[in-house]
């Protein structure tokens, strides 16, 4: 099988690697725009957008989805017993994601409206795909995952919205909202895959050890406790307040409610346990980061802090750390490869969390600090993804290692 073949043969081959591909270029891009403009110089993309509505949207739509899709398409046929989609089925997927980041970044030398189109076909396209295989178990915590999908679609209808000047739109609502719907998918899929993988990991560690596993509380971690039922109802509150504009005490209430609820629930997953396993210690991590992030948010939505700051350390903390963990430790199980971190990506998940601290104390410090911090968190977000790439491409593009 031929390199190409393999690579649209499997969802998470060809998703992944656009995932980190694209992440590394478009924040390369917005790295050099905000040195030159740091410097007192003048840059254009060549979208005909604020640049900061571009930045966004390939953030969470251009690479946000991608690496959604990635994982989807690769576990829902897991949870279901469905069939995994197909090579015609992904390379038409690709082709329609490929599609949407050329029509943003052609936006203004194509129509606009169907550059707004094309940036607006993947999510439908791959929403079909996912209930064809959610129907065959339509379980009601399965379907919210496609109800989000559903979400994330409606926020960037809103921006799409905004860009052409027609009623309804609000590019920083649906910015916002989609990173938020984001976030609550995280906090959903997270919280089933993070405890999940403890108390496997915790489970053989034992069995190597001759000895029965004392799983504690990790072994909570599918029911649906107080904490679980919370930060779940709280994520998609916040989700929806923040895509319809809601007024901001609505938001920083669900967000601080979100925040603590995901701090109580991953103290009961034994994080502490698997902190030497780099793979499995950076889903805790990254959980942590989400509910540190949403009560960044929630106390910015009171004015105290900064928004722009708070809603960084959720994107790059929580969002980016997450989606580096579950593409790097895919990639390994699916590809038969053993469930260690290659010191590339072990870095890349110390990078991430780094970066979003200096993205958001750059936010939250002395103005001439802006520019040299932004700049400096963006560089290491890249970074990241490239030692990603240079580690797990060819797992995503070479044959199973047991093959």
Known sequence: MTALKRLFSEGFRVFFLLAGLWTT??????????????????????????PQWWHGHEMIFGFGTAAAAGFLLTAVPNWTGAPAAGPRFLITAA?????????????GTLPAPLAA???????PFLAGRIWLMLRRAPKPANLMVLTLIGL???ADLRVMLDALGWAGGDAIAGLHGALATLIALIVIVGGRITPAFTRNALARRAMMAGAAPDLGKAGLSVSLA??????????????LAI???????????TELTLGAAQLIRISRWQGWAVR????LAVLHGAMALVGVGALLQGLAAFGIGSQIGAMHFSAVGGIGTMVMAVMSRATLGHTGRSLVAPFPVALAYVLLPVAALIRWAAAVGPLALYYPGTIL???LWALAFVLFLIALAPALLGPRANS
């Open 226 to 239: 107080v904490a679980d039922k919370i930060a779940i109802g709280a994520a998609i509150a916040s989700a």
């Open 152 to 154: 994330i679609w409606s």
């Open 25 to 50: 270029v478009a924040m390369l891009v917005w790295g050099l725009w905000l040195a030159v403009h740091g410097l007192g110089g003048m840059m254009d993309l060549p979208a005909d957008l604020p």
């Open 117 to 123: 189109m094309l940036a607006l076909s993947f999510l």
């Open 243 to 253: 895509t319809l504009g809601l007024p901001a005490a609505v938001i920083g209430g």
């Open 377 to 379: 968190a963006a560089t």
């Open 95 to 107: 082709a329609l994601w490929l599609a949407g980041r050329l029509g943003l970044w052609l936006w």
């Open 276 to 279: 030497g396993e780099p793979i």
